[in-house]
C-alpha cells in the first residue's frame, strides 16, 4: 500500500469514528466500554469494507477496482476541492434507510445525514495528514514545532473550504453545498483554536 492510500484509509476510519462518536441514538444504547471496543474494531476492519460502509447503501464490501476508484476521486477532491461533488453520490452515498453492522451494532440510523457528508470530510482529512505528516516526521521530540505544522496544515485545509464554498453556486444543490462544507470549516476552525490553546500553554511551560 502507498503513503496515499494509506493516509486515505486512515482518513475513512477517523472519519467512520467521528460519525460514531457523535451518534446520539449510540450514546443511549452503548457504554463508553462498549464503544471503546467499538473504535477499535473498526481500527482493525479492512479497508474495503470501511469504504462500503461509508458509501454502499447495503455496506457492502467494496472491490479493489471500487477502492482504487474511490483514492483517486479522493485524490483529486483534495486537490481540486469539494464543491462540485458535494450533496452529489460519490459511489452509491448512503442514506441511513438500509441496516449496517459495526461489530454487531446497528448504525442505520446515524449514517443519515453523517454520511452523506463523509466525501468532503475524508478529502479533507487527507490533505491535512498529507501537508501535516511529514512536517511532524521531520520534527520529531519537539512538540511546539509538531504543532505548529499541525496549525499550518489546518490553515491551508481551512482556505480550501472557503475556495470551494464560493464556488458552490454551481454544485447541483448550492444550499446543502454551503451547509456541508460550513459544517467541516467549523470543525477545522474549532481544531486550529484547540491547538492555538495547546500551543500557548506550551510556551508558557518553558
Not at 476492519?45 to 447495503?58: A, P, R, S
Not at 453492522?101 to 449514517?111: Q, S, V, W
Not at 499541525?150 to 454551481?170: L, P, T, Y
Amino acid at each position: 500500500m502507498n503513503k496515499d492510500s494509506k493516509l486515505i484509509e486512515l482518513s475513512c476510519k477517523e472519519v467512520l469514528m467521528g460519525i460514531v462518536k457523535e451518534s446520539k441514538s449510540l450514546d443511549k444504547k452503548l457504554s463508553f466500554f462498549q464503544k471503546t471496543l467499538l473504535f477499535d474494531k473498526i481500527k482493525e476492519m479492512k479497508y474495503e469494507k470501511v469504504i462500503g460502509l461509508l458509501f454502499n447503501k447495503d455496506g457492502k464490501e467494496v472491490t479493489t477496482e471500487q477502492k482504487n476508484e474511490f483514492e483517486s476521486k479522493t485524490k483529486k477532491l483534495a486537490k481540486y476541492g469539494t464543491a462540485a461533488y458535494v450533496g452529489a453520490k460519490l459511489g452509491h452515498v448512503a442514506t441511513g434507510s438500509k441496516t449496517k453492522l459495526i461489530g454487531g451494532y446497528k448504525t442505520g440510523k446515524l449514517a443519515k445525514g453523517g454520511i452523506k457528508g463523509a466525501a468532503a470530510a475524508i478529502a479533507g482529512l487527507f490533505l491535512y495528514r498529507k501537508l501535516s505528516d511529514p512536517c511532524v516526521r521531520k520534527n520529531l521530540g519537539n512538540k511546539q514545532a509538531q504543532m505548529a505544522c499541525k496549525m499550518e496544515a489546518i490553515k491551508k485545509v481551512v482556505s480550501q473550504i472557503k475556495s470551494d464554498m464560493g464556488k458552490c453556486s454551481g454544485a447541483a444543490d448550492p444550499i446543502k453545498c454551503k451547509k456541508k462544507l460550513s459544517s467541516e470549516l467549523i470543525k477545522w476552525q474549532t481544531k486550529y483554536q484547540q491547538y492555538l490553546v495547546q500551543l500557548t500553554q506550551m510556551k508558557k511551560k518553558k
